[in-house]
């Protein structure tokens, strides 16, 4: 009879929630890999913008000004954006972390309970062969007394048959 983990419901159950979190992980990073390419767009505009005011009309700075504080104002939110998105990777790491815990705590489990059943499968086999050979030991015991019997019944007859051609010879 083959291995049948009892837990495998569990232990599968465990799996897929492991690799639901994989997915959930990944695109958390991806959220911040896009954060951190926002910030560094916006920094680009700051750094264009700076380079056109350099050039612009005296007119125009006072809404260049306005535009850099904008821009700004912006890369502090896209800052504080991509740290609350790093806080969240951190939780939902922390979370994938549990969870392959739990998988590899049933997975070692399984393991373990795989090696006592074939432990005590080898035991149940070494004593069906124990057994057999008992039985065979008995029975070839048995083969050899009768073997033994027949052989000082033939001896007996043959001594009595003898004995009885003397008799005739007399």
Do not use: C
């Amino acid at each position: 009879m083959p291995f049948r983990y009892r837990l495998q419901k569990v232990l599968d159950f465990r799996i897929r929630k492991k690799e639901e979190q994989i997915i959930v992980v990944q695109k958390v990073q991806q959220r911040l890999h896009e954060a951190e390419e926002n910030i560094r767009r916006n920094e680009e505009e700051i750094l264009q913008t700076k380079n056109e005011m350099r050039h612009a009309d005296p007119r125009m700075l006072e809404t260049y000004d306005n535009y850099l504080v904008h821009l700004w104002e912006k890369a502090k939110k896209l800052e504080e954006i991509r740290k609350e998105i790093e806080i969240e990777l951190e939780i939902e790491k922390q979370k994938l972390v549990k969870l392959e815990q739990a998988v590899k705590v049933l997975e070692k489990h399984k393991e373990h309970q795989k090696e006592l059943y074939i432990e005590e499968e080898k035991q149940i086999e070494l004593k069906t062969y124990s057994e057999l050979g008992v039985t065979r030991f008995f029975r070839q015991n048995e083969e050899r007394k009768e073997e033994d019997l027949l052989q000082k019944t033939s001896q007996k007859q043959k001594i009595n048959n003898r004995g009885s051609e003397k008799d005739e010879f007399r």
